[in-house]
């Protein structure tokens, strides 16, 4: 565990490792699956970070973020295996799953919803499901950002790995800002201060998602 990292979600200090998921290559680079890497490239640019450097099947960047040194890892082996790359990057600087930070996409959320989330089961992601088999735990932090569209999705393979709809684009930016707001107020006051701070419904939702 990195010095001064006490409980996963309090006060925060020590290097931390943010990770983005999606899937490699022009192919997919607009899909919602890959809003993951979307966020991380955003957060990257603010803090002035290239992720540009290959190490252990990832591309990752080094830098601060909020004053917080951090490692940004962008996984390159496919979304269904991202936890091998991640679970390496974590042992090389001798951190704990509890400094990790995992942004991806959530399709038990609509579009606009936000979730900051501690532990837990995957939920059929299978991307988080791969991560908590490499690290054999689920003590890491997640950012759930929520792509379900407010239509009937026929096949969710298609969907996640077809170009972002679009009226949906229309929220995008907004979208991505607004989750690396939230992951730069976990890097500087910890989960549970942003939790508070950054979890919402989906716009015109009145109803609790989980």
């Not at 099947?57 to 496919?78: C, S």
């Not at 038990?108 to 089961?121: E, F, Q, V």
């Not at 009226?167 to 800002?177: F, M, N, Y």
Request: with cysteine; hydrophobic share 40%.
């Amino acid at each position: 565990m990195s010095d001064g990292t006490v409980n996963v979600g309090s006060a925060p200090s020590g290097l931390c490792c943010i990770a983005g998921l999606g899937n490699p290559g022009i192919r997919y680079a607009r899909t919602p699956h890959n809003i993951g890497f979307w966020v991380l490239d955003e957060v990257a640019e603010r803090s002035g970070i290239r992720i540009s450097k290959t190490e252990s099947g990832a591309l990752i960047g080094t830098g601060k973020v909020q004053d917080r040194d951090v490692v940004l890892v962008k996984p390159q082996t496919f979304m269904n295996n991202s936890g091998e790359p991640l679970a390496s990057v974590l042992r090389f600087r001798k951190l704990a799953p509890e400094d990790l930070i995992v942004v991806h996409d959530e399709l038990d959320l609509p579009w606009t919803a936000l979730r900051i989330k501690i532990g837990g089961s995957a939920a059929g992601h299978n991307g988080i499901k791969s991560i908590i088999g490499s690290l054999k735990t689920d003590c890491f932090t997640r950012v759930r950002v929520g792509i379900r569209p407010d239509h009937k999705i026929v096949d969710a393979a298609d969907y996640v790995l077809a170009p972002l709809e679009r009226e949906l684009k229309v929220d995008e930016e907004e979208i991505v800002s607004y989750t690396a707001n939230a992951i730069e107020s976990i890097v500087a006051e910890g989960a549970n201060k942003a939790m508070t701070k950054f979890n919402r419904r989906a716009r015109g939702n009145k109803e609790e998602e989980e």
